[in-house]
């Protein structure tokens, strides 16, 4: 096992260089890159990008930056500014170097832990990192965790009453659980249950309350939960369901195998028969794929979720990075979950040795 080990955290590196790479090109090459964001501010007189441009030195005044000549310029909105002022831009955001070189020295700074600073927030990107990501890794455990508490109990119970009333209306809400987005969901949450129009039971707006470090132990844990409530709640409501019959569908499986019905045949009771032989088997798919349950939820519905519930997290941090087009923070965050993916996929593959020690990867190519 530790041979596979090494060998999956080897692929790793290929594996990352490869999505770094073509992420990067397809970036570089989009229309609306941080220069012309800035002199899209710039033009349009705006406040917060003149501010960041004037304190980096790149200029003294809106005034000597319009006053120069008006030729033509590869970048939208650029006639009428000095040539030499775009030119001190592109040297600030570092476009006065090749493609190649850009990437090598960013991938060079990427070994040395240092991913940059952000290009209009005034933050090293290290830094909003790890202040956004306790609000999307909570959201994904607790979403993933709460997904599992559900689906695998109900799971089971489909699979033992399969056909029978209990089944067909489970399947009813499962269903409708699946065709409801999360975000729509969450919106209704919000309307009914957090001051939008009816009840006002649960707060919006970060992990805990202002008063959060004042209160006792029990005090914060029930306070960090009544705020992830909500947001929690409409993240599972799509991954329950699927989950839900992927547990049913397995069980379904492994009970009609021969070995069920030898056990049968022996005496053994039904809830031996189904958590003594049925329940491993059964379960190896289910419970192995936690690690990638995790990171799917956390890549596709927290973005979302974060917006409608002002959760300041790593989604948001990266939706106005690139509408900004930050690009440090970009791929900053891009590298962050490139490599949680890629380890998550790695633990999944372990649970499954876990889950069942037969299996053995060491005898597999990888």
């Known amino acids: 096992m530790g041979a596979y080990i090494v060998r999956r955290l080897l692929l790793i590196i290929p594996t990352l260089f ?8 397809v970036i570089q090459v989009a229309p609306g890159g941080p220069v012309e964001q800035v002199i899209s501010q710039l033009t349009g007189i705006g406040g917060d990008i003149t501010e960041r441009v004037t304190r980096s030195g790149t200029s ?9 000549a008006a030729g033509l310029s590869k970048y939208r909105g650029a006639q009428g500014l000095d040539p030499d002022f775009i030119k001190e831009l592109e040297k600030q955001f570092g476009f006065d170097q090749p493609l190649h070189i850009r990437f090598i020295t960013m991938m060079k700074n990427y070994l040395a832990f240092d991913f940059g600073e952000s ?20 959201l994904g455990i607790w979403a993933t965790l709460l997904a599992y508490l559900i689906s695998i109990p109900l799971g089971v119970a489909k699979a033992v009453r399969d056909g029978n009333r209990f089944d067909i209306w489970t399947s009813v809400i499962v269903i409708i659980g699946n ?14 249950f957090a001051g ?8 919006l707006a970060r992990l805990t309350s202002e ?15 009544w705020h992830l409530t909500l947001p929690v709640i409409a993240m599972t409501i799509g991954g329950f369901a699927t989950l839900t019959m992927l547990t049913k569908n397995s069980f379904l499986d492994q009970i009609n195998q021969q070995y069920v019905l030898t056990a049968r045949a022996k005496g053994l009771s039904q ?3 189904l958590y003594g032989h049925v329940f491993r088997n059964a379960m190896l798919i289910v419970i192995a794929g936690f690690p990638g349950a995790f990171v799917s ?3 596709t519905s927290s973005l979302l979720i974060e917006i409608i519930f002002s959760l300041d997290g790593l989604g948001l941090l990266g939706f106005e990075a690139a509408f900004k087009r930050d690009f440090p923070v970009m791929f900053g965050t891009m590298f962050f979950f490139s490599v949680l993916g890629l380890v998550m996929n790695l633990a999944g593959d372990l649970m499954y040795t876990v889950i069942d020690p037969r299996i053995d990867f060491e005898s597999r190519e990888v």
């Open 271 to 273: 809830r031996r028969v």
């Open 18 to 25: 490869a999505i770094m790479v073509i992420n990067f090109l």
């Open 297 to 299: 939820i956390l890549f």
């Open 211 to 225: 008063n959060w470090a004042t209160l006792s132990w029990w005090g914060k844990i029930t306070d960090y939960l």
């Open 119 to 138: 290009f209009f927030r005034n933050r090293k990107v290290v830094d909003l990192v790890l202040d956004k990501m306790p609000v999307s890794i909570s």
């Open 196 to 203: 939008g129009s009816y009840l006002d039971w649960f707060p």
């Open 60 to 68: 003294e005044t809106l005034t000597q930056v319009t006053d120069g």
């Open 179 to 192: 065709a409801i987005p999360g975000f729509l969901f969450a919106v209704f949450l919000l309307v009914v």
